[in-house]
């Protein structure tokens, strides 16, 4: 999983707060350039983790990839439903359209003809 990726899913499991979503990044890449880049910020809290003085922070690539092959499999599953829903539900959609502009179009015809039928 790229550190995007687990990003992504980080900041679904936190709350988009800046200063968790800033920990977990200082977990993935603890290099003192992104520790520096995160304090540019002003984050509280981070000086003490790149420093190293503070408490052990739980290990975030366990808890991502804490969920089984399983639920990942019934979650991509589901996803596939949905997909396929949506896909169902556009094509009902542009089915209706095509229907509701033919319908139109003889109404349109049909108007023209008996308007021409009324000049003769």
Do not use: I
């Amino acid at each position: 999983m790229s550190f995007s990726a687990a990003m992504h899913k980080e900041r679904r499991l936190f709350k988009e707060d800046e200063v968790e979503v800033a920990v977990v990044a200082h977990t993935f890449n603890p290099s003192a350039e992104a520790g520096r880049s995160l304090l540019v910020r002003g984050l509280p809290g981070l000086q003490e983790l790149v420093s190293g003085q503070a408490p052990k922070l739980p290990n975030y690539r366990k808890t991502l990839s804490s969920k089984t092959k399983k639920e990942e499999e019934e979650e991509e599953e589901e996803e596939e439903e949905e997909e396929k829903e949506r896909k169902k539900e556009r094509k009902k959609e542009r089915k209706k359209k095509k229907k509701k502009k033919k319908k139109k179009k003889k109404k349109k015809k049909k108007k023209k003809k008996k308007k021409q039928q009324q000049r003769f």
